[in-house]
């Protein structure tokens, strides 16, 4: 069990890095075909194209943390800003083309593990009082700056 605690997260981080680094340059160099999307998926597929900025925004952020999850940096950064994309991916997958629902939900889970493993990173996201050290580094700051000011 030792063992599966310490591997699983280094697997899930690989796996949900290797998802996104390739489907985030697939998306933008077309190497590899694509499933063609049902009508619905189609029209929303053809209106983010049409923006012409969107696209080429989110597969740039899955290269990103794709690269950064395989690199092991800032992997909770990583996992917050691809949060967004697997909303969307798993939104997408439920509503307008069912078809690629489990691939969808395997990056969920991956994702959710991941960010389980990493759920030290995010406490203090998640709490309603200001950390006392960061109002102490404040504090002595303002100090700092207010001794530079009278000298």
């Not at 340059?25 to 049409?50: D, Q, R, S």
């Not at 939104?91 to 629902?101: E, K, M, Q, T, V």
Request: cysteine-free; aromatic content about 10%; glycine content about 8%.
């Amino acid at each position: 069990m030792e063992r599966f605690q310490r591997i699983a997260p280094i697997t899930a981080r690989i796996m949900l890095g290797l998802i996104f680094t390739v489907f985030g340059l697939n998306g933008l160099l077309h190497f590899a075909p694509t499933p063609a999307p049902t009508p619905a998926g189609a029209a929303f597929l053809g209106a983010m194209a049409a923006s012409h900025y969107l696209i080429p925004l989110i597969k740039g952020t899955e290269i990103i943390a794709g690269i950064m999850l395989l690199g092991n940096r800032f992997v909770a950064f990583a996992l917050v800003l691809l949060a967004p994309i697997v909303v969307n991916i798993v939104a997408f997958h439920s509503y307008l083309d069912p078809g690629g629902r489990p691939v969808a939900f395997t990056v969920l889970t991956l994702g959710l593990g991941l960010a389980w493993n990493q759920r030290a990173a995010y406490r203090s996201l998640f709490t309603s009082e200001p950390s006392k050290q960061r109002a102490q580094v404040v504090v002595d700051e303002a100090v700092a700056r207010k001794q530079m000011a009278l000298t």
